[in-house]
Nanobody
Framework: QVQLVESGGGLVQAGGSLRLSCAASGRIFSINAMAWYRQAPGKQRELVATITGGGNTYYADPVKGRFTISRDNAKNTLYLQMNSLKPEDTAVYYC??????????????WGQGTSVTVSS
Protein backbone atom coordinates (compact mmCIF):
# COMPACT_ATOMS: atom_id res chain seq x y z
CA GLN A 1 0.00 0.00 0.00
CA VAL A 2 1.06 3.56 -0.71
CA GLN A 3 0.67 6.39 1.79
CA LEU A 4 0.26 9.93 0.46
CA VAL A 5 0.49 13.19 2.42
CA GLU A 6 -0.33 16.52 0.80
CA SER A 7 0.93 19.93 1.90
CA GLY A 8 1.17 23.47 0.61
CA GLY A 9 -2.44 24.58 0.63
CA GLY A 10 -3.58 27.89 2.05
CA LEU A 11 -5.24 31.22 1.35
CA VAL A 12 -4.12 33.25 -1.65
CA GLN A 13 -5.47 36.21 -3.58
CA ALA A 14 -6.74 35.85 -7.11
CA GLY A 15 -3.86 35.97 -9.55
CA GLY A 16 -1.45 34.49 -7.03
CA SER A 17 0.40 31.19 -6.97
CA LEU A 18 0.73 28.15 -4.74
CA ARG A 19 2.70 24.93 -4.99
CA LEU A 20 1.21 21.78 -3.59
CA SER A 21 3.37 18.81 -2.61
CA CYS A 22 2.49 15.17 -2.08
CA ALA A 23 4.97 12.91 -0.29
CA ALA A 24 4.65 9.21 -1.05
CA SER A 25 5.80 6.34 1.15
CA GLY A 26 5.23 2.62 1.44
CA ARG A 27 5.12 0.48 -1.70
CA ILE A 28 6.28 3.33 -3.91
CA PHE A 29 7.86 0.93 -6.40
CA SER A 30 4.32 -0.06 -7.33
CA ILE A 31 3.37 3.48 -8.36
CA ASN A 32 2.69 3.85 -12.08
CA ALA A 33 0.80 7.07 -12.58
CA MET A 34 -0.11 9.86 -10.19
CA ALA A 35 -2.72 12.57 -10.23
CA TRP A 36 -4.22 15.58 -8.54
CA TYR A 37 -7.95 15.88 -8.00
CA ARG A 38 -9.99 18.61 -6.36
CA GLN A 39 -13.37 18.93 -4.73
CA ALA A 40 -15.06 22.27 -4.35
CA PRO A 41 -17.78 22.82 -1.73
CA GLY A 42 -21.00 21.22 -2.86
CA LYS A 43 -19.45 19.70 -5.97
CA GLN A 44 -18.13 16.32 -7.03
CA ARG A 45 -14.45 15.50 -7.02
CA GLU A 46 -12.88 16.33 -10.38
CA LEU A 47 -9.64 15.42 -12.07
CA VAL A 48 -7.09 18.23 -12.29
CA ALA A 49 -3.98 16.64 -13.81
CA THR A 50 -2.20 13.31 -14.25
CA ILE A 51 1.40 12.31 -14.85
CA THR A 52 2.85 8.95 -15.91
CA GLY A 53 6.05 7.36 -14.72
CA GLY A 54 7.63 8.53 -17.94
CA GLY A 55 6.58 12.13 -17.34
CA ASN A 56 3.68 12.43 -19.77
CA THR A 57 1.16 14.94 -18.46
CA TYR A 58 -2.53 15.62 -18.87
CA TYR A 59 -4.51 18.64 -17.70
CA ALA A 60 -8.20 19.28 -17.36
CA ASP A 61 -9.38 22.19 -19.48
CA PRO A 62 -10.10 24.57 -16.55
CA VAL A 63 -6.45 24.49 -15.42
CA LYS A 64 -4.62 24.07 -18.73
CA GLY A 65 -1.93 26.72 -19.14
CA ARG A 66 -2.06 27.71 -15.47
CA PHE A 67 -1.18 24.54 -13.52
CA THR A 68 1.86 22.29 -13.89
CA ILE A 69 2.12 18.76 -12.52
CA SER A 70 5.54 17.26 -11.92
CA ARG A 71 7.17 14.49 -9.92
CA ASP A 72 10.57 14.04 -8.33
CA ASN A 73 11.12 10.29 -8.22
CA ALA A 74 14.29 10.66 -6.13
CA LYS A 75 12.28 12.42 -3.42
CA ASN A 76 9.12 10.35 -3.94
CA THR A 77 7.19 13.59 -4.23
CA LEU A 78 4.49 14.84 -6.56
CA TYR A 79 3.95 18.56 -7.12
CA LEU A 80 1.26 20.84 -8.49
CA GLN A 81 2.38 24.36 -9.35
CA MET A 82 -0.69 26.58 -9.56
CA ASN A 83 -0.37 30.02 -11.15
CA SER A 84 -2.90 32.72 -12.02
CA LEU A 85 -5.27 31.31 -9.43
CA LYS A 86 -8.97 32.13 -9.66
CA PRO A 87 -11.70 32.02 -7.00
CA GLU A 88 -13.16 29.01 -8.82
CA ASP A 89 -9.97 27.09 -8.04
CA THR A 90 -11.02 27.07 -4.38
CA ALA A 91 -11.26 23.42 -3.33
CA VAL A 92 -9.69 20.65 -1.34
CA TYR A 93 -6.92 19.17 -3.46
CA TYR A 94 -6.17 15.45 -3.28
CA CYS A 95 -3.12 13.52 -4.39
CA UNK A 96 -3.56 10.05 -5.86
CA UNK A 97 -1.38 7.14 -6.96
CA UNK A 98 -2.79 4.71 -9.49
CA UNK A 99 -2.71 3.79 -13.17
CA UNK A 100 -3.76 5.12 -16.53
CA UNK A 101 -3.56 8.49 -18.20
CA UNK A 102 -5.81 11.49 -18.46
CA UNK A 103 -9.50 10.76 -18.20
CA UNK A 104 -8.62 7.04 -18.10
CA UNK A 105 -6.72 7.46 -14.83
CA UNK A 106 -7.83 5.25 -11.95
CA UNK A 107 -6.66 5.92 -8.39
CA UNK A 108 -5.59 3.17 -6.00
CA UNK A 109 -4.35 5.31 -3.11
CA TRP A 110 -5.44 8.73 -1.90
CA GLY A 111 -4.16 11.41 0.42
CA GLN A 112 -6.23 13.27 3.00
CA GLY A 113 -6.30 16.49 1.00
CA THR A 114 -5.05 20.04 1.41
CA SER A 115 -7.32 23.06 1.29
CA VAL A 116 -6.83 25.90 -1.19
CA THR A 117 -8.84 29.10 -0.91
CA VAL A 118 -8.57 31.83 -3.52
CA SER A 119 -10.03 35.18 -2.54
CA SER A 120 -11.29 37.70 -5.09
Amino acid sequence: QVQLVESGGGLVQAGGSLRLSCAASGRIFSINAMAWYRQAPGKQRELVATITGGGNTYYADPVKGRFTISRDNAKNTLYLQMNSLKPEDTAVYYCSAGRGFGSWYSGDSWGQGTSVTVSS
